[in-house]
């Protein structure tokens, strides 16, 4: 069995973040050491201000005593950190860790602005993270910060993408996620300078969690070593049947994840890779 570690905010209620990425993950047969970046009572959107705990102290200690334990992964998935400092911390782990996969979610932030807490020297932060990943996955907004060029909602993708391949290490990709092609929404990324597009069309609403359950489902898809633009369109139709499904939930709370049901289906139907 592989192992995963995969590193991001644990929010109690809200059903994203660590909590989606845990479920996917073991439907892949990954065992998954979760690591909480920080814990919060729920997510951030639309149950007012959480409780908040930041595990800045405890994260070296754990570090530490990986080390000492002589515990290793194979595959590493990063998502929201949180810090500079934390930031710093996990780029220097992952670095020294001889990892077949580094999966960065670069969360930043959406809509063409900086989430809060977050400024300059966090997006620099982020930038080093990239450094050492195998594949990375920003939003729009997240290409942009992390380019510095101008945020717009239907960009050009060839010159962001072509910029966020020069910032990682040779045959890392940069996979950007929610990007908006006439109906369709999906991901785009560079093959021989190409731009290349998968989408499926998008359901009407905005959904929490969209972008760490694909992040979850592409670290999965991938670590089994099968075919990057496969794995993209597997991904994308997943997510999508996801979406459906939570469009579909007669009590649908909005502040709540995605349905992973219609993921962690299809992965337990996946061929063996
Ligand atoms: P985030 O900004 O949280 O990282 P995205 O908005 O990029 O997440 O969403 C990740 C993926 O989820 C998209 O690439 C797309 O495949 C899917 N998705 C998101 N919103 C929708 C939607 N409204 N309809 C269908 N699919 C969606
Ligand atoms: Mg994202």
New binding site residues.
């Given amino acids: 069995m592989a192992s995963m570690l995969v590193a991001e905010d644990l929010s109690a209620v809200g059903g994203i973040s660590l909590s989606a990425a845990v479920p996917v993950l073991a439907a892949f047969d990954y065992q998954v050491a979760a690591l909480p970046t920080s814990l919060l009572s729920t997510h951030t959107s639309g149950y007012g201000r959480p409780a908040i705990l930041s595990l800045a102290d405890w994260l070296p200690q754990v570090f530490e005593h990986w080390t000492v334990a002589q515990l290793q992964f194979q595959q590493a998935l990063i998502g929201y950190v949180g810090s500079v400092e934390l930031c710093d911390l996990l780029t220097a782990y992952l670095r020294d860790a001889q990892l077949q996969l580094i999966v960065v979610?670069p969360?930043l932030g959406?809509l063409g602005k900086l989430y809060a807490g977050f400024d300059a020297a966090y997006v620099d932060a982020m930038r080093r993270m990239l450094t050492v990943a195998d594949v990375i996955?920003?939003?729009?907004?997240?290409a942009s910060l992390l380019t510095g060029v101008p945020y717009q909602a239907e960009p050009d993708l060839a010159r962001l993408l072509t910029e966020l391949q020069q910032q990682l290490k040779l045959g890392a990709h940069a996979i950007?996620?929610?990007?908006t092609q006439a109906d369709q929404?999906?991901?785009a990324w560079l093959v021989d300078g190409q731009v290349q597009f998968v989408?499926?069309?998008?359901?009407?609403?905005?959904?929490?969690?969209?972008?760490?359950?694909?992040?979850a489902v592409l670290a999965g898809l991938l670590g089994q070593g099968r075919d990057l633009a496969m794995s993209i369109q597997l991904?994308?139709q997943w997510?999508?049947a996801a979406?459906?499904a939570t469009l579909a939930l007669p009590d649908h709370d909005e502040r709540q994840g995605i349905q992973l049901r219609p993921i962690l289906r299809a992965i337990l139907a996946l061929d063996p890779a």
Avoid: K, S
């Fill in positions: 979610d969360v959406d996955l920003p939003n729009v907004t997240e950007m996620t929610g990007v929404i999906g991901c989408g499926q069309p998008r359901l009407a609403g905005h959904y929490n969690g969209t972008g760490d359950a694909l992040a991904a994308n997510l999508q979406v459906a």
